[in-house]
């Protein structure tokens, strides 16, 4: 895999916005703290076009990104927000140029079709980590982590501890990482940017979904194939679920322990990724990691 370089002081990073429209007021906190980090800001013009919910037509946003990635002085690409409306530019995107000049593709939620097309055609590792719409004014563990992250501060590229789950399967799983947003990777399925699981660590987190839904999207990674010969499995954040007036009967955690039962691979759930506001701590795609899981002591995942 081609290593993307980290960021120093002075580079040129960049705002996007796939999905869901953003403010200039919204975006200023994230352009402070990045300017604070020493990085020059490229806020490109039509950022805060509108069309509907979405930040503009597709075709203007299509081209927007388009620009970026072809834009050779910009090391990183930060995506606003999620929402939805990245599928939707995708198949536009020529990521001819990007591949000879690569860059941190920064986000999470509906950011993971970009994630899933750049690994699953590229081979390329982004990020998985907060957005410039969560972005506050002060220092965060998720902007923290970012922050280490991109610019290379750690020997490791992460090293995370946290609370074990009663639904942990123990065992220590090592692969690259791969997945995001549970919902994105279950609409992918069947298309050229759905990504090989296969001996890899397979991330899933969501947010706002009900729980029958959950449910289904897990049997459907299962018929396609998804779940077979996996490294791991990561559970991120499972939030804000909603039920029926006939409940459905199981946590969302539970519906995912049920979904892989049959399987041997090890399981970490409530993973700090996700939809968990200042506790959604980076995590490398397309990089192998190693994760240790327990059902009594603390769980980690570290990297390389």
């Not at 789950?165 to 298309?191: D, E, F, K």
């Amino acid at each position: 895999m081609k290593e993307i370089p980290f960021l120093v002081a002075g580079d040129r990073v960049a705002l996007c916005a796939t999905a869901r429209k953003v403010s200039p007021e919204e975006m200023l906190p994230a352009v402070k703290m990045f300017e604070s980090w020493g990085l020059q800001v490229v806020v490109p013009e039509g950022l805060y076009e509108s069309d509907c919910q979405l930040a503009g037509s597709d075709a203007h946003r299509a081209a927007v990104l388009q620009g970026l990635l072809d834009d050779p002085s910009i090391r990183a690409i930060f995506c606003c927000r999620g929402g939805y409306g990245t599928v939707r530019i995708v198949d536009r995107l020529d990521f001819s140029r990007f591949r000879q000049h690569p860059k941190w593709i920064v986000g999470y939620s509906d950011v993971t079709v970009l994630h899933s097309h750049i690994q699953a055609t590229l081979g390329l590792p982004t990020l998985h980590a907060t957005m410039p719409i969560n972005i506050g004014g002060t220092e965060t563990p998720a902007t923290r982590t970012m922050h280490d992250f991109l610019f290379g501060m750690k020997g490791s590229f992460v090293d995370y501890e946290w609370s074990p789950s009663a639904l942990n399967r123990a065992g220590t799983a090592s692969g690259p990482v791969v997945g995001g947003n549970l919902s994105i990777l279950y609409s992918l399925c069947g298309s050229c940017s759905r990504i090989d699981t296969r001996g890899k660590i397979l991330l899933i987190e969501d947010l706002d979904e009900y729980l029958y839904h959950i449910d289904r999207m897990m049997q459907n990674l299962k018929r396609n194939g998804m779940l077979d010969g996996l490294a791991g499995l990561l559970v991120g954040g499972l939030t804000d679920m909603h039920d029926n007036a006939v409940p459905f009967g199981r946590t969302a955690m539970q519906i995912v322990a049920d979904a892989v039962h049959e399987y041997d691979f090890p399981i970490l759930f409530d993973a700090p990724f996700g939809h968990l506001g200042d506790s959604n701590l980076a995590l490398p795609l397309g990089i192998k990691c190693t994760f240790e899981s327990s059902n009594s002591k603390k769980c980690r995942i570290f990297a390389p």
